[in-house]
């Protein structure tokens, strides 16, 4: 296929957290708020004067300095974030949101205060921990609402006098929705059998639309999407399978690519980065506020292992389910960054249950924050495919 037209410029802007268009947003005037969780919603990020950057590492080789903080035992991510705010990486945030679900990102956001890691440079500055909930009860909803409006929308309207009004929070949602929605119409591509779009591409294009100020992205990610419907892929498909990526954090578009590169099409990205969820559009229901409506949208598509209740727990599995029959897979793929309490149980589980219930093929993988072993990773992903293909040929000759 051709490249895309914006395909080089979105790599571009992946490479610095400070990005051309963030220092644009920021000479216009915009306050930088920085965020590393889904349950900080990024609607909230986006008010008026205000745009949401997704915490990233890129390119991050040594952390022997958060290390001394935070021991070599928490996660690499975690270690890459505060390694990059002692470089100064960060020194243009506003204000950094956090929230308590995992503990070692929670106690890394807690080191920007504790060492003044952006104070020098912003007197304002100031970091936000909310408490989220375990489950999806009404009371939590209550209390989740009660953190985003006390921990989020006060401290923006206190410290720098960012309109929260209704009025501000409803146009807040009608662009997030509008973005989530070219998000998804091009991510839709990917169900198609000989699709105009890689994993790859589409993993360039959900990270920049959460690392780069949404009015400046936009136009890119319309012009994209025009693009698309009239790309022609090659006449045969150049994958051999197809598979579903979920886990924790992966923001390494490079990860994609390895596992495309051996024949592995990533059709679908359940992954904390991801777009599923993530790119939902939020709905107001009837008599219910627009903070109400933001706590219950990001309660109800939050798929993260911390949720313990079995209706999430069975509601995970039964998700992968309907993302591998949407999209069209034929196997499942489960990262974990090393030492994430949370996905290391979610993804041996999640193997044994997908296979013995649900009858989908599954590979589980641990890897580092910045992937040094690809030479093992592709031979795990090169067998994978190979098995998967197997199968494949087993079903045609079945069905045949």
Not at 323 to 334: M, S
Request: charged share 30%; aromatic share 10%.
């Amino acid at each position: 296929m051709k490249d895309l037209k914006h395909r080089v410029f979105f790599e571009k802007l992946l490479q610095d957290v400070k990005n051309e268009l963030v220092e644009k947003a920021l000479e216009d005037g915009n306050l930088a708020l920085g965020y590393s969780c889904y349950y900080v919603p990024e609607v909230l990020m986006n008010l008026s004067g205000c745009f949401s950057v997704r915490l990233r590492a890129p390119g991050t080789a040594d952390t022997s300095i958060a290390t001394y903080y935070m021991s070599e035992k928490t996660c690499m991510y975690s270690r890459s974030i505060l390694e990059r705010a002692i470089e100064g990486g960060y020194n243009f945030f506003s204000a950094l949101l956090s929230t308590e679900t995992c503990g070692m990102m929670h106690r890394a956001h807690e080191h920007f205060e504790m060492l003044n890691l952006v104070k020098d440079e912003n007197e304002k500055f100031f970091v936000s921990h909310i408490d989220a909930p375990f489950v999806t009860k009404d009371y939590a909803l209550k209390h989740y609402e009660k953190q985003l409006q006390k921990h989020i929308l006060d401290r923006l309207h206190e410290v720098y006098g960012v309109d929260i009004s209704e009025k501000a929070l409803l146009d807040a949602i009608e662009k997030h929705n509008e973005l989530c929605r070219v998000v998804t119409e091009i991510g839709a591509y990917r169900k198609l059998e000989n699709p105009p779009l890689t994993g790859y591409e589409f993993h360039l294009i959900e990270l920049c639309s959460e690392c780069c100020p949404h009015d400046l992205i936009m136009p890119y990610l319309k012009e994209t999407l025009e693009e698309l419907k009239t790309r022609v892929p090659d006449e045969k498909p150049w994958y051999q399978v197809r598979v579903v990526l979920a886990g924790g954090e992966n923001d390494d578009p490079d990860f994609t690519k390895l596992l495309e590169d051996c024949g592995a099409f990533v059709v679908a990205d359940r992954y904390c980065f991801g777009s599923l969820p993530g790119r939902e559009e939020i709905v107001i229901k009837d008599n219910e506020s627009a903070l109400t409506a933001i706590a219950r949208h990001y309660l109800e598509t939050n798929e993260c292992p911390r949720f313990m209740n079995p209706e999430k727990v069975h509601g995970r599995k039964q998700y992968l389910k309907k993302l591998a029959q949407e999209y069209h897979a034929d196997g499942l793929i489960v990262q974990q960054m090393k030492f994430c309490e949370y996905w290391e149980y979610e993804r041996m589980y999640c193997q044994h249950v997908m296979e013995s219930e649900y009858g989908l093929p599954c590979m589980g993988i641990e890897k580092e924050y910045k992937n040094t072993s690809t030479g093992q990773l592709r031979t795990r992903f090169q067998a994978f495919v190979e098995a998967l293909t197997f199968k494949k040929a087993e079903r045609g000759m079945q069905n045949g």
